[in-house]
Structures are given as C-alpha cells and as structure tokens.
C-alpha cells in the first residue's frame, strides 16, 4: 500500500509542478477602470475558448474551398463563403467592394531533374507566381549557383544560355523567423529580372523555409522593368533538393538541369473584397477595421496563410456580439482580396476609404499564421504607441508580451496616417515558414486552441483601441 | 511595368510588416557584465540553432526505440543508448544508477463497446497504468456518470455492479493547460480506488486533453489503501467517445458498457537513471542538476514525454562543451528513469545524493514539451527567486518572459533544500495535451527549431545559475 500512496503523491508532485498558478487576472495593482477592462478581456477569452466559431469556419473554408488563388473559382467561392459567414454573424451590414485582381494559373504540375554521375536526381519544384512558362520541351542548361542578387549581378555576361540557382538559406539564428525571410525573399522577387536582363535561360531559386524538407514553396516574383522578351521562368526547388544539388555542383560542375512548368498570365479578372460592420453606438463615423486575406497559394489549403486571419477577424466581431459588447466606433471586418500577389484588394479599400470620406482611426491585422499568441505590433504615432504598450499588464495574462514598434499587415498599411493606430497580430513565428506557401499549409497544422486564443487577443485589443483611443482621437468634423 | 513595380513594393510592404526587428540583444541598458552575459547566451543559442544535436538524437531515440515504459525491453534499451550519447558528448564521466523499477505491462489491445438504439459503438480505449486486468470474459454493466471524486463518493452501493464513468473535461477557459489537468486527473488517479470500495465493477474515465478526438490517453493511477481483493479494472476513453457516451446514456440509461483489458503488474525489475556530468571548474562538489526522464508511456514514442526534455538536457552539455563555457560547479546531467509511473529513479537519485554528502545547490527540468519557449517556474527561497527574476532581461529577446514562483519537477523535487534552486523550464503549453499520453506523441509532432530553442533557454538558464548562485551558495565545510 505505501507504495501506491507514494505513487499518488508522486503523481500530486507532477501536476503541481507543471501546474504554474494562473495569474491573477484581476490583480489589486489594477485602477478600477483597469478592472472593468481585465474582466471583459477574461470574458471574451473563455467565450472564445468554450464558444468559438473559428475553428469550424477555418475547416469549412480550408477543406471544402481550399487554395484560392486570385482570379481562381476557389476565390469566387471564398467570396461567396465569406458574404454567408458574416451574415450569418449578424454584422449590421455585409457587401462586396469589387476589384480587378492578376490572375495567374499554374498549369500542369512542374517538374524538374537532373542526372549526375550516372544517377537521376527528380527535384521538388513548383512554379514562382507571375513567371512565364518555359518552353514546351522546357529549359535544360548548365548551373551557376549564388547566395545573393548581387553575386548574381556581378556574374553579368557569364550566365548567359545558364540557368542561375539562388541559394541563399535563411539564417536560423534569427528568433524572429520573418527577419529570416526578409533576408532571403529578395532572390525569389527579383531573381529573374536580374538574371533575365543578362540572358540566362532560368532562375531556380531555393524555398523560403528554415527548415530542409522536401516541399517547395512558392510565392510571387516580379520582372520589374524588363523588357518582355527578356522575361525568363522561375520556379522554387525544395530546401534539401537545393541542398543536393550544390552538393552535385561542386563534384559536377558541368551537370545540366532541366525544368519544365506551364503557368501563365490571363487578363485580370473580376473578384471582391468582403466587408462586413457592426455600426458603432456613439461615433459610426470612426471606423476600426479588423481583417485576414481571402486569398491563397493554389498549393496548399491556406490555412496558415491565412484562413486563420480570415477566420480570427470574424472571430473579433462574434466575440463582440456574443457577449454583447457594443463599439462605440464603427468595428468593421475585412476579407482582402489578393493579398498574396497584387494587394489590389487593400489598394482598392484604401482608395474607396478615400473617395467615400471615410474616417479610418485604426486596424487590425492577422497575417503571420495561426500558432500561439505573442503580442502585437504596433505602427503608431508616439502617443498611441504607449498608450498601446500601457496594456500590457492587461494582456501578459494570455502571454502577449511583445508589444513592440513595428509594421501592421500589407493589407491594412495603405490606411497609414498620422492618426491611425495600426496594429498586426504576431502569433508564434517558430513553424510557420514550415508550411508558407506550400502543399502542408493545411488545415491539420493548425491548432484549435491556438487560433482561438489568437481571436480572443485580437478581440481584446480591438476592445481596448475602441474604448481608449476613441477619446484620443479628433471627431470627424 | 509600373504593375509589376507596385507588386514588387507590395511584397516589401508585407516583409517589412512582419518583420518585427529583433530586439537589440546586446542593449546599452545593460551593465558591462550583463553584456558579457547577454553574448554568452547569443553565442548559445545561435549554436544550438545551427549546430544542435537534440533534434537527430529525438529522432534516434523515439524512432529507433520507440515508447519505453519501465521495465520493458525498450526502457532497458533507452539506458544503453543513453550511457552511448553521453559518452558521444565527451562528458567528464558517464554512469548509471541501478534502480529497481515497478514493471506493469498493457498485454493484449483493449476493446469497448455498447450498443444503444440498436446500433453498436466501439469505444476508443486503452487500460490506465497499474490497472488490474478485466476478468477474461470483459467486464458488461450499466453505467452510472459522474463528473467528480465526490459525486462518486456520494452514490456510495449504488454503484455496486456498475461501470462508474468519471466524466469532467478539461476546463479550457485556463489559459495554462496544465492547470486544467490539475483539475480533472484525481478521478483518472483515484478513480478506481474509489469505485472499488463501493463494489463497483469498473471505472471508464474521459481521457485527460483539452481537444474532443478519438485518442485514448493512458496514464497512472493507484489503488491506495483498497484491499486487494476490491481492486477492479479502470480505462480511459477518448474525449469524443465519452461525449458520445454521455449523450446516450441520457437517451437509455440502461444500456451495457463492455470493456475488456489484458493488462498486469509483474514484479519490480532492475533499471537504471543514466548520468553524466561536466567536472566543475573552481567548486566541483557543487553540483547542478540538469534532467528529463527517460521512460515513456507505450501507447506513442515518448516524444514531447518527455524524449524532448531527455535531448534538452543533454544538449544543455553539449553547448557548454561546444562554446568553451566552462561550469565552476559540476554541471550534472540525469535521464531519470519511470517518472510516468512510480518516480523510483527521482527517488533512488535524491536517495543516493543525500548518501554520498553530495551538494546540490541548483536544478533544472524539462518536462513539459517540446514546444516553443515561454520561460521557466522557479522553486527556490526569495533571495534565489528575486536573482533569477532580475535574469529577465537577458531572456526576454528569446520570448522568455515568464519567470514566476512555481513548481520545478516530480524528478529533481526530491532536492529540494533551503539553499537549492529549482527551476523548470516552461514551454506553451496548448497543444501538450493533444498529444501527451497517448499514440500521437510521436516524432514528427516536436519542431526542430522549438526544440533547439528550449536546449538553448536552459543552456542560458544553467549558464547564469553557475555563474551567479555560485557566489551566493555557502560553500561546503
């Protein structure tokens, strides 16, 4: 018997080990005002973790629609979804913003090998958005491997009838996995207007990934100023395939690769932004706007990337409703169209904002995935970035401790001014460039509870914004 | 063209939106030794993430042995490979501790079923750690549902020849999910010892998650003072059955569970705690202690339990002996044996410590995941507890905020001293119990880059710990 009760106490000793105390929410350093605050937050929080609709809408639109590239028939059924959803929310009113949006079409699935001492190696690849295709019996040359634009640059003349290999890898040293990419994403943009315009025959560009894996992810490009019969095409090989293949360059320097895609560009096509609002019960006419991108890469579901901002952002409005929290200033929801190659959705809401007189005082966007909450970012002005960073003591409960300087989402930054508070949800980054861009951007990969604590912070700052910059801010005259 | 521009500057737009510049690590706020420290701990974990080791050693381990309860030939393996990756590492000395093990062994799968409306369910189920086997015929009763160890109490013999099914979920409203474990495992623990004193003929207990899905999650439990011969069989069942199961019975309250189970305890057998350490510099007989445990649950791989925390601690020695840091105390590391289901090896650890006048001054466990770093609970006297909070800084740019009073560890709490510091290392905590206990911890569910980042948070913990609780411990006469 000691021995079982020594089991059990054994058992007590784990539990209460990993049990860290749950912070006090409602802690007595709080001014009463504070309190109020620190109790609606909890709130919105348990609704979102016992109530939340998210998870089920991300399934429904991951699952059933799936990737939905601009221009695509996924992407007029996300449009449609969308509209469904935010009445079926009960916003106060729900329409579409029409928007020309690029529309580009992969084709049939690329392929790409190659064979060195003997042995055929078959590489991951998938097409870069907006490239041309190659040839119909593809491009087949000798390979000239870079880490950077400049290197290739200065290779000028020598990578003509080449194709050029941009390997640069991401510097994993960095926390912040997005600095990462921002270090390594210039190769998969520009790469082929800078190799187009000394003749190479194609740019094989390494995956925007930190990790070695076997998917290619890919993403947009752009010639820029090239002349058109320079364009060249550009694909994305997987992150170890590149790692093979440097590795086969340096025994084999002469091998030749050979790829083949079939993508092109059609005129743009006619698409929609979704906008929904709940009208504010003091000042309508401030407006907050929360919002995702409806649109996705053609290779995975978008769920990452970004279902789950899509989704959240509702998520904001529900949560409000739910438990009956009424904006004093406009709360508007946005599903931008086009985010991942074009932004002509953000564009397009930023100029109707303009043109109807619209008195934007702040945004919210979720676009850097669906993992574990962290923080925000906040682009301000310096008054309303401390004010912002003052809630801090409200927000450390649910493990949102970053609350630094920063950008807010390329779908809400064309809003920018002087007195906007922008803000962008910063989740987790660790895992996200696992699955950016690629086939594993899936529903699967993303957690319930994550992308729920993630609507519920957004809810709580939007919350904030709503009842103290609301004050702060210069009625519309 | 001026298209493609406006793309290209939308592509830097989003970049720059979710780059959030990293911190500046090196900070001018800090003190000439706190930026020797702050490089130190730079210098740590950009090792750990370009050159860790902890990742293909988790591989090797989960993949290659493979679930490891006490006793099993899997475990005995575990302690070998274990004593060959010490030794790999180049530790001063490597060596194992004998333990005598309790040995309980799951047989034969379980099965589940009733059948309510005509329709027959099969239940997701698997035996609870130390359970007794069902008669060979299985165990068919009607079942009464309870949601709490006093509910159960209080139907006393009405409970006699029925299955007692302890329904409580997982509060999900508590951000930290250890927290809402705490709050439901006593009917998993004591279910059984319960029920069995009121003649019942089995227990079924919800399987102890946050998420509703069809994985039975296995676990210990005790029969305390019950005599033998009132022991009866418990199971856990998945969290989506149960739920099913509920809302059947409050359509046919008589209808039959059946279960059976083929499981048993056999005599204790030998095993062993594997150890290792680095010799101090300048105090030798001072001694921290870095662990995980080394057993596992048999339903999955041991992954994130705790093959991670298992790789961690290891790692936290390779990093000191990769970067030249050199402990002044003696740098100690533990793979603990049967944790799940007994804590002999803590027990025989502390027992042997205490016999050989050894002198713990600090410990650190991992033992709660893989996941992405949070911080760390500290269980230590004030002074101590204010000295690693004022660390805050160093490691808050790797999102090591929380640095609160709390538990450290069922296997290095046995320590616990006036002058011991004790802390354990707290990573997110929400998708833990999607995994913990059950077939899916397994490899692939732990992120490299999460992963290296926890060896490189307790590498950066034990490194100031030796440096500065060193000074303060009283030294041994």
Redesign the interface.
């Known amino acids: 018997?000691k021995?079982?009760?020594?089991?059990?106490f054994?058992?007590l000793?784990?539990?209460?080990?990993?049990?860290?105390?749950?912070?006090t929410i409602i802690s007595t350093s709080l001014t009463s005002e504070e309190k109020i605050d620190s109790t609606k937050i909890k709130t919105v929080?348990?609704s979102a973790?016992?109530e939340g609709k998210s998870y089920e809408w991300l399934r429904d639109l991951t699952q059933n629609i799936g990737g939905r590239l601009s221009g695509s028939p996924e992407a007029q059924k996300a449009v449609e979804w969308g509209e469904k959803i935010m009445k079926e929310v009960g916003l106060d009113s729900v329409w579409l913003q029409p928007v020309m949006v690029?529309h580009w079409v992969r084709g049939e699935k690329e392929i790409a090998t190659y064979t060195t001492n003997g042995v055929q190696k078959n590489v991951p690849v998938c097409a870069l958005g907006?490239s041309i295709s190659t040839p119909k019996e593809g491009v087949l040359a000798e390979v000239i491997e870079v880490k950077s634009l400049d290197e290739a640059r200065a290779l000028g003349d020598k990578m003509k009838g080449k194709i050029v290999f941009f390997n640069r890898p991401f510097d994993?040293?960095?926390?912040?996995?997005?600095?990462a990419?921002?270090g390594c994403?210039g190769q998969r943009?520009?790469g082929a207007a800078v190799c187009g315009q000394f003749g190479a025959k194609g740019v094989i560009v390494r995956s925007m990934t930190?990790?070695v894996d076997d998917f290619p992810h890919t993403g947009?490009m752009?010639?820029?100023?090239l002349p058109k019969d320079k364009y060249i095409p550009a694909a994305a090989i997987s992150s170890k395939a590149a790692n093979i293949l440097s590795d086969d360059l340096q025994k084999n320097p002469n091998l030749k690769f050979y790829f083949k895609q079939n993508c092109k560009t059609l005129p743009d096509a006619p698409s929609f932004n979704v906008v929904g609002e709940i009208k504010g019960s003091e000042t309508p006419e401030n407006i907050f706007v929360v919002g995702g991108h409806l649109d996705s890469w053609d290779l995975g579901e978008g769920a990452h990337d970004d279902g789950t901002g899509v989704v959240q952002s509702l998520e904001v409005a529900y949560l409000f409703k739910k438990n009956n929290i009424k904006p004093k200033n406009t709360l508007r929801v946005v599903f931008f169209m086009n985010?991942e190659?074009?932004?002509r959705g953000?564009k397009k809401y930023a100029e109707l904002a303009k043109l109807n007189k619209e008195n934007h005082i702040g945004g919210l966007?979720s676009?850097?995935g669906g993992?574990?909450p962290?923080g925000f970012?906040i682009?301000a002005n310096s008054d309303n970035t401390k004010l912002v960073q003052s809630w801090k003591k409200l927000l450390?409960?649910?493990?949102l401790?970053?609350l630094?300087k920063?950008?807010?989402?390329?779908d809400i930054?064309p809003l920018k001014g002087e007195n906007v508070t922008l803000v962008?949800y910063?989740p987790?980054s660790?895992?996200y460039f696992?699955y950016h861009h690629t086939s594993r951007d899936t529903f699967d990969k993303v957690?319930?509870?994550?992308l729920e604590?993630g609507s519920a912070s957004m809810a709580s700052i939007i919350y904030l914004m709503d009842k103290y910059l609301y004050s702060n801010t210069p009625v519309k005259p």
């Not at 752009?222 to 100023?225: I, L, Q």
């Not at 920063?406 to 390329?410: E, K, T, W």
């Open positions: 018997m021995k079982n009760l020594f089991l059990f054994s058992i000793a784990f539990i209460s080990c990993n049990q860290k105390q749950e912070k929080f348990n973790l016992t690029p907006f994993n040293t960095l926390i912040n996995t997005f600095r990419y921002g994403v943009v520009r930190n990790s947009t752009s010639y820029g100023n985010e190659n074009g932004t953000a966007e676009d850097a993992h574990t962290r970012s682009d450390s409960p649910y493990g401790h970053d630094d920063g950008g807010s989402g390329a930054s962008g910063r987790d660790q895992r696992d957690n319930k509870r994550e604590l």
